[in-house]
């Protein structure tokens, strides 16, 4: 009944730049926190950048400073700004989302979109 999906990714050179979009639909009550995974293959998923309703933004290390969360609540979308990629970089990008609906918070994931970075 909710659903997270994603778009934006492809192919970029190095040291290009590239906006992911993440828009959440069905029904709930809030959304209280939007962010960003990462799964490069052969590696764990792992936690590019989370931007709560309330609360400090986070970001992973490997990222900060070139890439940028942000949110827009009337849409019910996250967003992921990726500057200066690295080949690095490259993993397939989830969308998650933690959700308050009627029945209690539950955690929710989009499909996930492939980012390459290559010359």
């Known amino acids: 009944q909710v659903q997270l999906v994603e778009s934006g990714g492809g192919l970029v050179q190095p040291g290009g730049s590239l906006r992911l979009s993440c828009a959440a639909s069905g029904s709930f009550v809030a959304i209280n926190v939007m962010g960003w995974y990462r799964q490069a293959p052969g590696k764990q998923r792992e936690l590019v950048a989370g931007?709560?309703?309330?609360?400090?933004?986070v970001y992973a290390d490997s990222v900060r400073g070139r890439f940028t969360i942000s949110r827009d609540n009337a849409k019910n979308t996250v967003y992921l700004q990726m500057n200066s990629l690295k080949p690095e970089d490259t993993a397939v990008y989830y969308c998650?989302?933690?959700?308050?609906?009627?029945?209690?918070?539950?955690?929710?994931w989009g499909r996930g979109t492939q980012v390459t970075v290559s010359s």
């Open positions: 998650n989302a933690v959700i308050t609906r009627l029945s209690g918070i539950y955690t929710y």
């Open positions: 931007k709560p309703g309330g609360g400090d933004t």
